[in-house]
Each structure stands twice: as structure tokens, then as C-alpha cells.
């Protein structure tokens, strides 16, 4: 078992910071389109829900994320588009810090392994 | 997962805000005709934008590997539309489009409409370069754990 459960969910949450990219993106897209309802993914709360399961390991690995839409919020602008651009810009931002941040912390992992097989 | 997908989505985008730039431009190019190709005042013209819901090859291999659902697909311009409102009469009886009272019918462009569109096209294209270049830096982060 070279990857424990905390490498697993790195890896989880980094495809899932670039599923939510992809969302954000397509909000930002679609600022100007009427009727647009913003989507958006949770992968924080599916991955705490695998963390949370009785087997993490596998729940973790398994983890598939959902692009939904986010009725959350009511329309913004005067045509019914739901997507706030600050709002959005400042949500793509967080979402490229936190993708950057579990790549650091994943390669850090990954060079304690390397330094352990003695690879460099 | 499509590779560059979030890409892709902000590219469409700037497509789309450039048509509604060019399409901004021509209105306010045209402010001032009062004889279109069929004898009428120009009208203003309107890009109505939408979703693009993904189709193809993405969506397909998306689905086969079970990698997330309802990716979203960007946006595209469903159509030009054409403003239907009455321009206002402009007393010029040397004109030679004037009626009998010596009124012409002007186009119903607002330059200041038109500025304002010009401005928020201009402004969303930014925001989508500055989402599509966040992209590219997610991207080249993830390949640097290969180093």
C-alpha cells in the first residue's frame, strides 16, 4: 500500500478543484447569457463524506464529483442570470489557491517516498 | 476529465464578447444612417448569448469513465436580434429623406447604450482572460509534480 489515504485524497481533491475550475469558468462565460442559473461543485463535502464512511481508503479512491447547478442564489442581474462576476472571480481565486495548495502538499508527500526508496 | 476543459469554456466566451464588441461597433458606426438597404433607418443590433450544453467526444469519454457529471460546455451566441424600437424624429427639412412635415426618422441607437454595452463586453472579456489564464496556471502547477 504505497499511497495512503491522505495521498488519495490529495489526489481527489485536486481533480476536483479542476472540475469546479471548469465550473466557474463556464459562470463566467455565461455572465451575459439570460436565465443562466450559476453551477458549482462541491468536492469539499464529497470528500468529507468519503473521509467520513466506513472504509475512507476506498470511498476516498471511488469519489466522483458533480458539476450541479446552485439555486442557492437568486438572480443578480435585470435578464435572470444568477452569476455575480466578483462573486465569481473571487470563488475562481480561492479555487486556484486550494488547487495549488494540495499540489504543494502532494509533492512534498510524494518527495518524503522518494527520499524513502532512495530515488532523488 | 477533460484535460482543458475550463480552457476551452473561457475561450467561447471571449468569441461570444468579441462578436457583442463587433456588433457594438457597428451600431455605433451606424448611428447616424437614416437609409438602410431596405429604405429603412438602420435599427441597433442585440447579440443574445447561450449556454452551450457539451456534446462530442468530451462528454462521451466523460461518461464512459464516470469522472464527474454535468460538465458544463461554455457559451455561444444564439443570434443576432434587431431592436424594434421606434427612433426619434429629427426636424430637417433639407434632408432629403424628410416627410411632409420635415421630420426624419433617425436610428434607434444610443451612443450612451452603446458605450455602456462596449464597456461590459470589454470587462467580461477581461474577467474570462483572467479565468482562462488561472486555468493554464492550475494546469502547469499539476504537471510540475512530474519534476
Redesign the interface.
Given at each position: 500500500m504505497l499511497f495512503d489515504t491522505t495521498q488519495l485524497a490529495l489526489e481527489r481533491s485536486?481533480?476536483g478543484?479542476?472540475?469546479r475550475?471548469?465550473?466557474?469558468?463556464?459562470n463566467?462565460?455565461?455572465?451575459?447569457?439570460?436565465g443562466?442559473q450559476r453551477?458549482d461543485?462541491d468536492f469539499h463535502g464529497a470528500l468529507a463524506a468519503a473521509m467520513g464512511s466506513a472504509d475512507p481508503r476506498s470511498a476516498v479512491a471511488q469519489t466522483?464529483?458533480?458539476?450541479?447547478a446552485d439555486g442557492s442564489v437568486g438572480a443578480v442581474r435585470a435578464d435572470g442570470s444568477t452569476v455575480d462576476?466578483d462573486a465569481?472571480?473571487a470563488k475562481?481565486?480561492a479555487n486556484?489557491l486550494e488547487?495549488?495548495s494540495a499540489?504543494q502538499v502532494?509533492?512534498a508527500r510524494?518527495g518524503i517516498l522518494k527520499s524513502a526508496m532512495g530515488v532523488s | 476529465m477533460s484535460l482543458f476543459g475550463g480552457i476551452e469554456i473561457s475561450a467561447s466566451a471571449l468569441t461570444a464578447q468579441r462578436l457583442r464588441m463587433d456588433v457594438t461597433a457597428e451600431n455605433l458606426a451606424n448611428a447616424q444612417t437614416t437609409r438602410g438597404a431596405n429604405g429603412q433607418p438602420y435599427r441597433r443590433k442585440e447579440v443574445v448569448l447561450q449556454e452551450v450544453q457539451r456534446g462530442g467526444f468530451g462528454a462521451q469519454l466523460t461518461a464512459a469513465i464516470g469522472t464527474g457529471s454535468g460538465r458544463p460546455g461554455g457559451v455561444e451566441a444564439a443570434g443576432v436580434v434587431e431592436d424594434q424600437t421606434q427612433g426619434k424624429l429629427v426636424y430637417d427639412p433639407g434632408n432629403p429623406y424628410a416627410n411632409a412635415q420635415g421630420y426624419v426618422r433617425m436610428p434607434n441607437v444610443d451612443t450612451v447604450t452603446e458605450m455602456v454595452d462596449l464597456i461590459d463586453s470589454s470587462r467580461a472579456y477581461e474577467a474570462n482572460v483572467t479565468a482562462m489564464q488561472a486555468s493554464k496556471q492550475m494546469f502547469t502547477k499539476t504537471l510540475d509534480l512530474l519534476r
Amino acid at each position: 500500500m504505497l499511497f495512503d489515504t491522505t495521498q488519495l485524497a490529495l489526489e481527489r481533491s485536486i481533480s476536483g478543484a479542476a472540475q469546479r475550475q471548469e465550473a466557474l469558468a463556464a459562470n463566467l462565460a455565461n455572465a451575459d447569457t439570460p436565465g443562466y442559473q450559476r453551477v458549482d461543485v462541491d468536492f469539499h463535502g464529497a470528500l468529507a463524506a468519503a473521509m467520513g464512511s466506513a472504509d475512507p481508503r476506498s470511498a476516498v479512491a471511488q469519489t466522483t464529483f458533480a458539476t450541479q447547478a446552485d439555486g442557492s442564489v437568486g438572480a443578480v442581474r435585470a435578464d435572470g442570470s444568477t452569476v455575480d462576476v466578483d462573486a465569481e472571480s473571487a470563488k475562481l481565486a480561492a479555487n486556484a489557491l486550494e488547487q495549488e495548495s494540495a499540489v504543494q502538499v502532494l509533492h512534498a508527500r510524494l518527495g518524503i517516498l522518494k527520499s524513502a526508496m532512495g530515488v532523488s | 476529465m477533460s484535460l482543458f476543459g475550463g480552457i476551452e469554456i473561457s475561450a467561447s466566451a471571449l468569441t461570444a464578447q468579441r462578436l457583442r464588441m463587433d456588433v457594438t461597433a457597428e451600431n455605433l458606426a451606424n448611428a447616424q444612417t437614416t437609409r438602410g438597404a431596405n429604405g429603412q433607418p438602420y435599427r441597433r443590433k442585440e447579440v443574445v448569448l447561450q449556454e452551450v450544453q457539451r456534446g462530442g467526444f468530451g462528454a462521451q469519454l466523460t461518461a464512459a469513465i464516470g469522472t464527474g457529471s454535468g460538465r458544463p460546455g461554455g457559451v455561444e451566441a444564439a443570434g443576432v436580434v434587431e431592436d424594434q424600437t421606434q427612433g426619434k424624429l429629427v426636424y430637417d427639412p433639407g434632408n432629403p429623406y424628410a416627410n411632409a412635415q420635415g421630420y426624419v426618422r433617425m436610428p434607434n441607437v444610443d451612443t450612451v447604450t452603446e458605450m455602456v454595452d462596449l464597456i461590459d463586453s470589454s470587462r467580461a472579456y477581461e474577467a474570462n482572460v483572467t479565468a482562462m489564464q488561472a486555468s493554464k496556471q492550475m494546469f502547469t502547477k499539476t504537471l510540475d509534480l512530474l519534476r
